[in-house]
C-alpha cells in the first residue's frame, strides 16, 4: 500500500549527515539533471535488462512520483525472502528461461531450498554436516530459515542464466566469499582459507570495514535490510551491513575521479531514465574483490525501478574484460518493509573474530611436541 503524501515528504525533506558531510535537500532538480550523460552513451547493452525489468512491473498501475517529478523509490526495504535463491540456473532447469517456471514448480523448489536451508544453518561458516564443523550462531538470526522467493534464480544476462567465461576461457561460475584484501605471494591460498600470517590476509568483512566485497548484493543469513532516501539531486543507498552508505549524485554533469582514486564503496554517478534510476559507479578498491574481479577494473551499472507498491527492482550489471569474456547481469526484488529498518551492526564490538583467526592459525602452525592438540 503506498504511503501519504505527508510520510512521502517528511521523507524527502531531510538533511542526511554521511562521513561529516551534510547532504541538503534542493526544491527544484539541478539544471539538465534529466537529460542523460555523455557517460552513459558508453553503458553495456542493456536490451535483455530492460526486457526483463519492464516484464516484472505490476500491471494496470502508476509508479509515484517525489513532489519534485522524479520516480519515486525511496522507502525501507529488505531482501531476506529472496535469500536461498540460486544464483544462477539450476542443472534441472537447463535449457529453460526465467519466465518459463511456473509457481507451481517455484512454490516445490522453495519447499526444498528452506529444508536445505535449515538443515545447513548450523553450518554456515563453510563446514558440512558431515564433517561436524559448526558455528556459533543462534538459529534466531537466521532470515532465510522460511524465505519465500520470488524468482527460480538470479542471473537474467546471459539469458542462460549463466556467469559468462572467464577473460581466460575458464568457466565462470559463483562462489560467495569475494571481497578480500589481496596481497601476498599467492592470494588466492591466503584467501581461500589458507595462511593467516597478518590481518591483511582476511576479508574485508572479518576486519569490519565493509561487507564482503562492496557494492554487489545478494541475500545472506541476517542483515539484509537497506534504506533508499532521495532528493532532488542525491539518491543515498544505506546498507544494514556493515554500516555502509553510498550518496549518488544525480545532476549527470561531472566525471569520474582519476583512476588512481579508488573508494572501498566506489564512485557512484546516476540520472533517471523513464522510471529507472541508473548508477554507474567505477573507482572501487582494488580490495573490492568480487568473484575474482578485483574493484581496480571492475565497473558496476545498476538498474533501480519501482514494479509495484511495495517492491523495486534492483538489478547488478557486471562489466570488468580482465576477468569475464562479456557484461552480465543478475537482479532481484527489494521489498518494501517498514518492519525490516536497518539496525546499528556493531562490528567490532566484543568482536574477538580477528585475534581469534590468528591466534588459532598460529596454533595450527606449532607442532604437537609443543602441545598443540
Not at 9 to 18: C, M, P, T
Not at 42 to 55: G, M, T
Request: proline share 7%; charged share 20%; glycine share 10%.
Amino acid at each position: 500500500m503506498l504511503k501519504s503524501m505527508g510520510s512521502r515528504l517528511s521523507r524527502s525533506f531531510l538533511v542526511v549527515a554521511i562521513g561529516g558531510a551534510a547532504l541538503m535537500v534542493s526544491a527544484t532538480p539541478l539544471s539538465g539533471q534529466s537529460r542523460t550523460p555523455a557517460w552513459a552513451a558508453d553503458l553495456p547493452d542493456a536490451s535483455v535488462v530492460k526486457l526483463f525489468i519492464a516484464a516484472q512491473v505490476q500491471r494496470n498501475w502508476n509508479p509515484p512520483t517525489t513532489p519534485w517529478g522524479d520516480p519515486d523509490i525511496q522507502g525501507n526495504f529488505t531482501t531476506k525472502d529472496e535469500a536461498n535463491t540460486p544464483f544462477e540456473r539450476p542443472a534441472d532447469w537447463s535449457g529453460r528461461a526465467i519466465g518459463e517456471i511456473t509457481a507451481e514448480e517455484l512454490a516445490v523448489d522453495i519447499v526444498e531450498r528452506q529444508q536445505l536451508a535449515l538443515e545447513t544453518a548450523p553450518f554456515a561458516g563453510g563446514g558440512e554436516p558431515d564433517q561436524g564443523v559448526a558455528i556459533a550462531v543462534p538459529i534466531h538470526w537466521f532470515d532465510n530459515l522460511s524465505a519465500q522467493n520470488a524468482r527460480p534464480w538470479f542471473v537474467i544476462d546471459p539469458v542462460d542464466g549463466a556467469i559468462p567465461p572467464l577473460a581466460s576461457g575458464e568457466p565462470g561460475g559463483f562462489v560467495l566469499g569475494g571481497g578480500a584484501s589481496r596481497g601476498g605471494d599467492d592470494p588466492e591460498t591466503r584467501l581461500r582459507g589458507g595462511r593467516r600470517d597478518t590481518y591483511t590476509d582476511r576479508y574485508l568483512g572479518d576486519r569490519c570495514i565493509m561487507w564482503l566485497s562492496g557494492v554487489p548484493h545478494i541475500p545472506i543469513i541476517y542483515g539484509n535490510s537497506f534504506q533508499i532516501l532521495q532528493t532532488a539531486d542525491h539518491v543515498v543507498m544505506r546498507y544494514e551491513m556493515i554500516h555502509e552508505a553510498r550518496v549518488i549524485p544525480l545532476d549527470g554533469q561531472r566525471s569520474h575521479p582519476n583512476p588512481t582514486i579508488s573508494r572501498y564503496l566506489g564512485d557512484s554517478r546516476g540520472y533517471w531514465d523513464g522510471n529507472t534510476l541508473v548508477v554507474e559507479t567505477t573507482n572501487l578498491h582494488e580490495a573490492a574483490n568480487y568473484l575474482g574481479a578485483s574493484g581496480k577494473n571492475l565497473r558496476l551499472v545498476e538498474r533501480f525501478t519501482r514494479i509495484a507498491p511495495d517492491k523495486v527492482e534492483w538489478t547488478m550489471t557486471l562489466d570488468d574484460a580482465t576477468t569475464w569474456q562479456r557484461p552480465w547481469t543478475y537482479s532481484l526484488p527489494l521489498t518494501e518493509d517498514d518492519q525490516q529498518i536497518i539496525h546499528e551492526y556493531a562490528c567490532h564490538e566484543g568482536n574477538y573474530g580477528m585475534a581469534n583467526l590468528l591466534s588459532a592459525a598460529r596454533s595450527q602452525e606449532r607442532p604437537a611436541s609443543d602441545g598443540n592438540r
